[in-house]
Nanobody, 119 residues
């Protein structure tokens, strides 16, 4: 089992920045990748960014490229999402997730943290 706890959400004006944190515990030694997803009101949950733990390789959805950065801290067993130049369309509940192997889905999820961007 893997436990994930997100933090760092809040209300920010358009153009502002927020940094989300995700602390992992439990069976984290076998993780393959960690990712951030978001769910806007009335929409399905969608991929935002991911990081392969062993290599540090990252991937982003096109809409956040150049604005968001996913990073990790091995000592803290955490992953972060630095969000800059925020737009109202970034408003959503953001979730952290873990995938234990490349052939598996993201099976472990945090409780989510709300990000609201005002215009």
């Amino acid at each position: 089992q893997v436990q994930l706890v997100e933090s760092g959400g809040g209300l920010v004006q358009a153009g502002g920045s927020l940094r989300l944190s995700c602390a992992a515990s439990g069976r984290t030694f076998s993780r393959y990748s960690m990712g951030w997803f978001r769910q806007a009101p009335g929409k399905e949950r969608a991929f935002v960014a991911s990081l392969i733990w062993s290599t540090g390789s990252t991937r982003y959805v096109d809409s956040v490229k150049g604005r968001f950065t996913i990073s990790r801290d091995n000592a803290e067993n955490a992953v972060y999402l630095q969000m800059n130049t925020l737009k109202p369309e970034d408003t959503a509940v953001y979730y952290c997730a873990v995938r234990l192997a490349p052939q598996l889905a993201y099976d472990y999820w945090g409780q989510g943290t709300q990000v609201t961007v005002s215009s």
